[in-house]
């Protein structure tokens, strides 16, 4: 590594600590009130009457409209629904309806009730899930449901089921995966790292190295398994926001899980072990993903733009970043 490629002496080199983040207000969401006329009068006809409670849900970080509605008759619906103004969000929300309702009957997820496009707009009925959103800090017996979930989603899923191939599954790439490793070679200039990483560029750039060769499967996972997208029922938890399954090994949205069960305290490394997702994987291919994960969330999204992004996923992707390191670090004796 050059001396330009080396965190100057007159600016930090390392990070410090990162406030948890409260997964259950990450949101920023338009009121009831806002949606179209057209698009109330539909969900009013799928309730059965005008809704008398409206929920509007705290997490996630997209900006389209999500909430619990409850009719008169006691009717309830989970609504998602985003219109021309932000095209990117009401992109997602089409593709969560088509994708989650190609899902196998096994997967614990919710169910699809009804789907309309009008006016510009997408919405979409969600089975209203009784429980409640996975929060943290993770209670021990929560992050094992959502664990065993997880579990029986990833074999439900493999080989891929025609239907949801049809779907238009893409393949997950490494191209946000690389950053040790365009550090490395000049093409990123250096960041402050965490303090346990920090002055090990080229060793966390050959670590990096090989994550192409993990991401090259047939296998089909989750894509974004996150605690605002479990959930929580009576012995019991469901796997939400099926918005973008890609060809990946399952045992790399296990490791994404485990990342937040390892800042929250947990035995991360044990519990990954201990899944069935990680049968065959190697302690070198753990550490390469647990590097790729960790690079990309301290080179962060600068770009994201706020009228479909929520702020808060700065502070989910540095708290994350620490996370990951400190899980690495661990396991490298750093």
């Given at each position: 590594?050059?001396a330009?490629?080396?965190?100057?002496?007159?600016?930090?080199?390392?990070?410090?600590?990162?406030?948890?983040?409260?997964?259950?207000?990450?949101?920023?969401?338009?009121?009831y009130?806002?949606?179209?006329?057209?698009?109330?009068?539909?969900?009013?006809?799928?309730?059965?009457?005008?809704?008398?409670?409206?929920?509007?849900?705290?997490?996630?970080?997209?900006?389209?409209?999500?909430?619990?509605?409850?009719s008169?008759?006691?009717?309830e619906?989970?609504?998602?629904?985003?219109?021309?103004?932000?095209?990117e969000?009401?992109?997602?929300?089409?593709?969560?309806?088509?994708?989650?309702?190609?899902?196998?009957?096994?997967?614990?997820?919710?169910?699809v009730?009804?789907?309309?496009?009008?006016?510009?707009?997408?919405?979409?009925?969600?089975?209203?899930?009784?429980?409640?959103?996975l929060?943290?800090?993770?209670?021990?017996?929560?992050?094992?449901?959502?664990?065993?979930?997880?579990?029986?989603?990833?074999?439900?899923?493999?080989?891929?089921?025609?239907?949801?191939?049809?779907?238009?599954?893409?393949?997950?790439?490494?191209?946000?995966?690389?950053?040790?490793?365009?550090?490395?070679?000049?093409?990123?200039?250096?960041i402050?790292?965490?303090?346990?990483?920090?002055?090990?560029?080229?060793?966390?750039?050959?670590?990096?190295?090989?994550?192409?060769?993990?991401?090259?499967?047939g296998?089909?996972?989750?894509?974004?398994?996150?605690?605002?997208?479990?959930?929580?029922?009576?012995?019991?938890?469901?796997?939400?926001?099926?918005?973008?399954?890609r060809f990946?090994?399952?045992?790399?949205?296990?490791?994404?899980?485990?990342?937040v069960?390892?800042?929250?305290?947990?035995?991360?490394?044990?519990?990954?072990?201990?899944?069935?997702?990680?049968?065959?994987?190697?302690?070198?291919?753990?550490?390469?993903m647990?590097?790729?994960?960790?690079?990309?969330?301290?080179?962060?999204?600068n770009?994201?733009?706020r009228?479909?992004?929520?702020?808060?996923?700065h502070?989910?992707?540095?708290?994350?970043?620490l996370?990951?390191?400190?899980?690495?670090?661990?396991?490298?004796?750093?």
């Amino acid at each position: 590594m050059t001396a330009a490629q080396t965190p100057t002496s007159s600016g930090p080199t390392s990070l410090g600590p990162a406030a948890r983040l409260d997964y259950a207000a990450t949101a920023i969401r338009p009121a009831y009130a806002t949606l179209p006329a057209s698009v109330r009068a539909r969900i009013s006809a799928e309730l059965g009457g005008e809704p008398q409670t409206v929920s509007v849900a705290g997490g996630g970080f997209t900006t389209g409209f999500a909430g619990r509605l409850r009719s008169a008759s006691g009717t309830e619906l989970f609504i998602k629904a985003a219109g021309p103004l932000t095209p990117e969000v009401r992109e997602a929300y089409r593709d969560e309806a088509r994708i989650t309702a190609a899902l196998p009957s096994e997967i614990p997820a919710p169910g699809v009730r009804f789907h309309a496009d009008m006016d510009g707009w997408t919405v979409t009925g969600f089975e209203a899930l009784q429980g409640e959103p996975l929060t943290l800090p993770m209670r021990t017996g929560a992050l094992g449901l959502v664990l065993d979930a997880w579990a029986t989603a990833a074999e439900a899923l493999n080989p891929p089921p025609p239907a949801l191939l049809a779907c238009g599954i893409k393949p997950k790439t490494a191209a946000n995966l690389s950053f040790f490793q365009n550090v490395a070679s000049g093409e990123t200039p250096p960041i402050p790292l965490p303090p346990k990483l920090s002055g090990r560029w080229e060793e966390l750039a050959a670590i990096e190295t090989g994550t192409d060769r993990i991401l090259a499967t047939g296998q089909v996972s989750h894509g974004d398994l996150r605690p605002d997208n479990c959930f929580l029922g009576d012995g019991r938890a469901w796997i939400c926001d099926w918005t973008k399954p890609r060809f990946v090994p399952p045992w790399v949205d296990t490791v994404n899980l485990l990342v937040v069960a390892n800042g929250d305290g947990h035995d991360a490394d044990r519990l990954f072990w201990a899944h069935p997702t990680a049968d065959g994987v190697t302690g070198d291919e753990l550490d390469t993903m647990l590097a790729a994960i960790t690079g990309a969330l301290l080179a962060g999204w600068n770009g994201a733009p706020r009228w479909i992004v929520s702020p808060a996923i700065h502070a989910h992707m540095r708290w994350g970043a620490l996370a990951a390191a400190d899980w690495l670090a661990n396991r490298r004796g750093w």
